[in-house]
């Protein structure tokens, strides 16, 4: 069965870090633009990065530049999620989703809170 | 980065209705090389992540029941539901994947009247 799940999701102080991790079964990640979206609380959808599928580019939304990092380790098949500098508004469920276009599958998400 | 703004917030059909939602662009998603709107719509339901129910403005993903149909190019783009059903209260989202930040419209909830 092809699917993604998520986890590393947690409680993190303002400033603190956490590292998400997505794994892919059923298809190599190593084929696909992966990516990162997020939800706050009763918000909307944020696209907040991708990865091709080399690993050699990535893209981030303005408001995460230079905090988080998107990678990818292909020999497990894992999608990564480096959050630095976390803030109170980064609170949110946080999703992994294949590309490269179009997302076709998605994580069921892990919630990240930040909070003092 | 290109804006995407769904019309309306929300909005309440009664069974068996259309619905529409709509979608803008702050800029054109038509890439001309291949003739393709780089544009999606999404479906999320409480509690799950979202389902993709159309691809390339236009192109109903597999298992997507035939009322769901998208429509529009370059900057403006539809959703509709031909006859709304019980179980597609959900909120629909639009996104475009033109180009990186790959944003998102700010949601349109479908409620029954």
């Known amino acids: 069965e092809v699917q993604l799940v998520e986890s590393g999701g947690g409680l993190v102080q303002p400033g603190g870090s956490l590292r998400l991790s997505c794994v892919a079964s059923g298809f190599s990640l190593s084929t696909y633009w992966m990516h990162w979206v997020r939800q706050a609380p009763g918000k909307g959808l944020v696209w907040l990065a991708r990865?091709?599928?080399?690993?050699?580019?990535?893209n981030y939304v303005d408001s995460v530049k230079g905090r988080f990092i998107i990678s990818r380790d292909s020999a497990k098949n894992t999608l990564y999620l480096q959050m630095n500098s976390l803030r109170v508004e980064d609170t949110a469920v946080y999703y992994c989703?294949?590309?490269?276009?179009?997302?076709?599958?998605w994580g069921r998400g892990t919630v990240v809170t930040v909070s003092s | 980065d290109i804006v995407m703004t769904q019309s309306p917030d929300s909005l309440a059909v009664s069974l068996g209705e259309r619905a529409t939602i709509n979608c803008k662009s702050s800029q054109n998603i038509l890439y001309n090389s291949n003739n393709k709107n780089y544009l999606s719509w999404y479906q999320q339901k409480p509690r799950q992540p979202p389902k993709v129910l159309i691809s390339?403005?236009?192109t109903r993903e597999s298992g997507v029941p035939d009322r769901f149909s998208g429509s529009g190019s370059g900057t403006d783009f539809t959703l509709t539901i031909s006859s709304l059903q019980a179980e597609d209260v959900a909120v629909y989202y639009c996104q475009q994947h033109y180009e990186a930040p790959y944003s998102f419209g700010q949601g349109t909830k479908v409620e029954i009247k």
């Open positions: 390339w403005a236009s």
């Open positions: 990865i091709n599928n080399n690993a050699k580019t990535t």
């Open positions: 989703a294949r590309g490269p276009y179009f997302f076709d599958i």
